[in-house]
């Protein structure tokens, strides 16, 4: 699915026209991108989270002549799928996920410790 197929599905699901649907979209997508641009996360529950990710400067190899560069620090864009959407993508993992949480016994908590004599 294209950003032309995702304008038509709006338009047709909310009775809108097409370039109504259109700026809704853009406007969705700009706050996304100026939020995360400015550092804050941008959450939908169920579905994920946007989030600015500070990669550190690093040294690599050039692989075609194996010399050793610096590689600049970065910020990069980041989603995170929520666990509804991944359910939605694949049941048979969140079966799994949810088989383990009921079948792990719980944790007992520590016994106290004694106190010095002395």
């Known amino acids: 699915m294209n950003k032309t197929d995702l304008i038509q599905r709006l338009a047709d699901q909310h009775q809108l026209s097409k370039a109504e649907a259109g700026r809704i979209l853009d406007t969705l997508l700009d706050t996304v991108v100026t939020a995360v641009k400015k550092g804050d996360s941008v959450t939908v529950p169920g579905f994920g989270t946007f989030k600015q ?3 550190a400067a690093r040294n690599g190899v050039n692989p075609s002549t194996g010399d050793k560069i610096k590689i600049p620090a970065a910020k990069l864009p980041k989603f995170t799928p929520g666990a509804t959407f991944k359910a939605a993508v694949d049941p048979k993992a969140a ?13 007992k908590a520590a016994p106290a410790k004694k106190a010095k004599k002395g």
């Open 53 to 55: 990710h500070a990669r």
């Open 95 to 107: 079966a799994r996920k949810a088989g383990k949480a009921a079948a792990a016994p719980a944790k």
